[in-house]
């Protein structure tokens, strides 16, 4: 690497430590990138088990697409947790709350599936009120 490489990593790390208040928090970049890769191994299992459970209940969805789906939410949650709190915490679509739309609102009571995310949408909204 040249003298100019390092310089420039140097920058943009301090830059990264100084948004993020990393040092501030008694940590360091690399702490923290250990701990997003074990944050994302623990979290891993989502993108298997809640398409698995959504399938079920939602018809005309493909397996690949809730995949997709339930990835691009965790993608785009955490993402903006991080920039928006400045805080690491890792965001995904709660296992509790599929498994309750999959089996109590559409299998249960009989809703379609984009009526149910219609119900949790608007639960949203309330908790949001």
Same mark, same amino acid.
């Given at each position: 690497?040249?003298?100019?490489?390092?310089?420039?990593? *140097?920058?943009? /790390?301090?830059?990264?430590?100084?948004?993020?208040?990393?040092?501030?928090?008694?940590?360091?970049?690399?702490?923290?990138?250990?701990?997003?890769?074990?944050?994302?191994?623990?979290?891993?299992?989502?993108?298997? +088990?809640?398409? *698995?459970?959504? %399938?079920?209940?939602?018809?005309?969805? *493909?397996?690949? &697409?809730?995949?997709?789906?339930?990835?691009? &939410?965790?993608?785009?949650?955490?993402?903006?947790?991080?920039?928006?709190?400045?805080?690491? +915490?890792?965001? &995904?679509?709660?296992?509790? +709350?599929?498994?309750?739309?999959?089996? /109590?609102?559409?299998?249960?009571?009989?809703? *379609?599936?984009?009526?149910?995310?219609?119900? +949790?949408?608007? %639960?949203?909204?309330?908790?949001?009120?």
């Amino acid at each position: 690497m040249r003298i100019e490489d390092l310089i420039v990593m *140097s920058n943009l /790390t301090e830059k990264i430590d100084k948004f993020f208040r990393i040092t501030e928090r008694n940590s360091t970049i690399q702490q923290e990138i250990r701990g997003g890769i074990i944050t994302f191994l623990a979290m891993a299992y989502i993108l298997i +088990v809640n398409p *698995s459970i959504l %399938s079920g209940a939602a018809a005309g969805y *493909s397996w690949d &697409a809730l995949f997709t789906a339930t990835a691009l &939410a965790a993608i785009i949650a955490s993402i903006l947790m991080g920039v928006y709190s400045r805080f690491p +915490v890792a965001l &995904a679509p709660g296992m509790g +709350v599929n498994a309750f739309l999959a089996y /109590t609102i559409c299998l249960g009571m009989g809703f *379609s599936f984009p009526q149910g995310l219609m119900v +949790v949408f608007i %639960s949203g909204i309330l908790f949001l009120i």
